[in-house]
């Protein structure tokens, strides 16, 4: 990223993660990846704002396959570590912000 922008959107961190768990990718490994590539990206780009958005699912129930239980644990790590990240984080429910962090 570069401060060509103003704002940057990253959307959407569970669409990503989707992938990886679909393709069997390390999904560890690409999360931890990830978060040096914001945190280093908060140094370079001081005059631009990055929103990035994401699913929350883990307020439902256990699914019920692994595939589901294994994307839905990695979501929750990927959301954990984007928001220890983030200056501010915010859960929008039927469009309303709540502020969370910041």
């Known amino acids: 990223m570069t401060d060509r922008y103003d704002v940057v959107v990253l959307d959407c961190l569970t669409l990503w993660l989707s992938n990886l768990v679909c393709n069997n990718m390390d999904c560890d ?8 590539v914001l945190q280093n990206s908060k140094l370079e ?3 631009s704002e990055l929103f990035i958005v994401s699913n929350e699912v ?3 129930i256990v699914p019920e396959n692994e595939l ?3 994307f839905r644990d990695f979501a929750g790590i990927l959301n954990q570590k984007a ?5 501010e984080v915010y ?3 039927a469009g309303i912000p709540m502020k969370i962090k910041g």
């Open 45 to 47: 780009t001081r005059n």
């Open 91 to 93: 859960l929008v429910t």
């Open 29 to 36: 490994k690409a999360i931890d990846d990830l978060m040096n």
């Open 83 to 87: 928001a220890e990240t983030a200056d």
């Open 58 to 60: 883990g307020m439902g």
């Open 68 to 70: 589901a239980r294994r």
